[in-house]
């Protein structure tokens, strides 16, 4: 009896240790899986947030005002910058608004106008967010704006427009744009004086809550 008490006793350590050992097992087990998947969870945010939300501002400017508005919008943005460069330069007589003559005044009569455009943004693909400036002529964008946005294909970006004037608003202007895109989210447009300080540029950019 002695001697099987003994053996008995023994069998129930060898249970009791074989189960603390593949409790032990399934943890280390479990909190290895759950190790991976938050390594994989950050390495997937991380190359989300490397691969998107890069910002392109393009710009058209005649006379060097929504130039200097474009500049403030890229580095308050932390965007990149494109000018719009017109294959044949405005002169100083083509920009005569007293004329009705001018260059200016028959594009900006022109439905069909199309100016062309010096040079292209070779990766347009990766910019989810687009900032487009320009003068204000007639109440309207330059034509070479729709040359621009008919370029390119802006499916699923954001658009947003801002414009330069000595005193007309934006108007009219960013809405008979947005009718040129098709699948992209526009958002309301802001005006500019040729003067606008940093600050000012800087507080609208950061209301946009872009990332």
């Known amino acids: 009896m002695k ?5 008995l006793s023994v069998l129930l350590l060898a249970c009791v240790l074989c189960a603390c050992t593949s409790g032990s097992n399934e943890k280390a ?12 969870t950050y390495e997937t945010n991380e190359n989300t947030q490397s691969s998107g939300g890069k910002i392109l501002v393009a710009y058209f400017s005649a006379t060097g005002n929504t ?3 474009a500049e403030k919008t890229a580095e308050a943005a932390n965007a990149d910058l494109f000018e719009i460069v017109p294959s044949l330069p405005y002169t100083e007589a083509d920009l005569n608004y007293g004329d009705d003559n001018s260059r200016t005044t028959a594009e900006q009569n022109d439905d069909s106008a199309r100016p062309e455009i010096s040079g292209t943004v ?6 989810d967010t687009v900032f487009i400036g320009y003068p204000i002529w ?3 964008a330059p034509k070479i704006m729709y040359t621009f946005l008919e370029g390119y294909d802006l499916n699923g970006k954001t658009i947003i427009p801002f ?16 009718s040129l895109t098709t699948g992209a989210s526009w958002l309301e447009g802001q005006r500019f004086s040729a003067g606008a300080s940093s600050e000012e540029v800087s507080d609208w950019v950061n209301s946009l809550g872009l990332k």
Do not use: D, F, H, R
């Open 67 to 69: 130039k200097a508005v």
């Open 163 to 178: 414009c330069t004037s000595g005193s007309s608003p934006i108007g009219s202007s960013a809405e008979n744009m947005q």
């Open 138 to 140: 007639w109440g309207q």
């Open 3 to 7: 001697y099987l008490s003994v053996i």
């Open 29 to 40: 087990a479990q909190n290895t899986s759950e190790e991976t998947a938050e390594q994989e």
């Open 122 to 127: 070779e990766n347009m693909e990766e910019y």
